[in-house]
């Protein structure tokens, strides 16, 4: 992939590093946020709600 891109070997190692940790770090956010919701026992907002009053539609 170096050969084909130009980069160094460093550097697509550097990144896909980068990359992985952005991902782990996301899931990880996303399972503490999922946690801290489910322990509250509110409900959740059906995603066309979420829409509606977030007016993304335009």
Same mark, same amino acid.
């Given at each position: 992939?170096? /050969? @084909? #891109? $130009? &980069? #160094?070997?460093?550097? @697509?190692? &550097? ?13 990880? *956010? $996303? %399972?503490? %946020?999922?946690?801290?919701? &489910?322990? #509250? $026992? ?7 709600? *979420? /829409?509606? @009053?977030? @007016?993304?539609? $335009?």
């Amino acid at each position: 992939m170096a /050969v @084909d #891109t $130009g &980069r #160094t070997k460093a550097f @697509d190692l &550097r990144e896909l590093i980068e990359q992985g940790i952005d991902d782990l770090e996301d899931a990880l *956010l $996303g %399972a503490s %946020a999922l946690e801290s919701h &489910r322990r #509250t $026992g509110q409900p959740a907002i059906p995603l066309d709600q *979420l /829409v509606s @009053d977030l @007016d993304l539609d $335009g």
